[in-house]
T-cell receptor
């Protein structure tokens, strides 16, 4: 079963605006990761935040993690048309080397 | 080299065919994964190999048979598939979790159509 629910399911913004995506999960995690997928292609890792971290930055990306609410958010600042993609959160739990992906947010950035 | 390659890019097969998907990485990763992804859905884990041994099988039907001939290669053998098996099949690799390098690197996928 899927670990994470993401919202919104779809988001359409104009270039230069900020995009925020949210992820909620159900059980305790070791870390949470965000991946981007361009249409019909492989996933690209964006950022990883560990369960003992609350916020992390990478370039135009800002990720927060609230373990008490079992939720995370991904903020993309000053969006570009090239950011158009689907974004998935993924959680790792327990001792297994497996990730469970959320339902995804489809982001459309228009000029 | 931070690339995971997959062949073929596209595959059309009948329900009685036998085919194989191939995945290769040269990053020295010792964990490799197969995922299945339907349109507009997240990837679903199928198999995990760690140090060339099958460590996770997510109750995948036996018509899918994984193989890890060496630390760089991962195959997925397909036999007697059903039309509902049509999907994008993604391969990924990473260092095992014990090394705390948990980013997964994905290949571009094989788009499979079963007729």
């Amino acid at each position: 079963s899927q670990q994470g629910e993401e919202d919104p399911q779809a988001l359409s913004i104009q270039e230069g605006e900020n995009a925020t995506m949210n992820c909620s999960y159900k059980t305790s995690i070791n870390n949470l990761q965000w991946y981007r997928q361009n249409s019909g292609r492989g996933l690209v890792h964006l950022i990883l935040i560990r369960s003992n971290e609350r916020e992390k930055h990478s370039g135009r990306l800002r990720v927060t993690l609230d373990t008490s609410k079992k939720s995370s958010s991904l903020l993309i600042t000053a969006s570009r048309a090239a950011d158009t993609a689907s974004y998935f959160c993924a959680t790792r739990t327990g001792t297994a080397s497996k990730l469970t992906f959320g339902t995804g947010t489809r982001l459309q950035v228009t000029l | 080299d931070t690339e995971v390659t997959q062949t073929p890019k596209h595959l059309v097969m009948g329900m009685t065919n036998k085919k194989s998907l191939k995945c290769e990485q040269h990053m020295g990763h010792r964990a490799m994964y197969w995922y299945k992804q339907k349109a507009k859905k997240p990837p679903e884990l199928m198999f995990v190999y760690s140090y060339e041994k099958l460590s996770i099988n997510e109750s995948v039907p036996s018509r899918f048979s994984p193989e890890c001939p060496n630390s760089s290669l991962l195959n997925l053998h397909l036999h007697a598939l059903q039309p509902e098996d049509s999907a994008l099949y993604l391969c990924a690799s990473s260092q095992p979790r014990t090394l705390r390098q948990e980013t997964q690197y994905f290949g571009p996928g094989t788009r499979l159509l079963v007729l």
